[in-house]
Nanobody, 121 residues
Framework: QVQLVESGGGLVQPGGSLRLSCTAS????????MHWFRQAPGKQREWVAE???????HYSDSVKGRFTISRDNVKNTVYLQMDSLKPEDTAVYYC???????????????WGQGTQVTVSS
């Protein structure tokens, strides 16, 4: 069974930084693109950033220049370094990964359980 587990959320003041981590575990053959999404109270879940298996990155306009996505393919982990945080970044942050389980000929999308980020003074 494949699992994604996020960590690193918390309370931070405006202008501060946090680093989120998301680790995939279980019987994994390969991991393709990994994403971060977020969902603020009363809003739809929105895409934040993605990184391909080769390290190509893309960001939403709302976080470009402030957030940095990276990954460690040995540890099956994706990171989100969040700098210059704003109150509007407050949300539950979810990782998503396209993973081929061991023994499978297909890839599937998996979600983590989410980690809360609150930006407030």
């Amino acid at each position: 069974q494949v699992q994604l587990v996020e960590s690193g959320g918390g309370l931070v003041q405006p202008g501060g930084s946090l680093r989120l981590s998301c680790t995939a575990s279980g019987s994994i053959f390969s991991i393709d693109t990994m994403h971060w999404f977020r969902q603020a109270p009363g809003k739809q879940r929105e895409w934040v950033a993605e990184i391909s298996s080769g390290g190509n990155t893309h960001y939403s306009d709302s976080v470009k220049g402030r957030f940095t996505i990276s990954r460690d393919n040995v540890k099956n982990t994706v990171y989100l370094q969040m700098d210059s945080l704003k109150p509007e970044d407050t949300a539950v942050y979810y990782c998503n990964a396209v993973i081929a389980p061991s023994g499978s000929t297909r890839s599937y999308g998996y979600w983590g359980q989410g980690t809360q980020v609150t930006v407030s003074s």
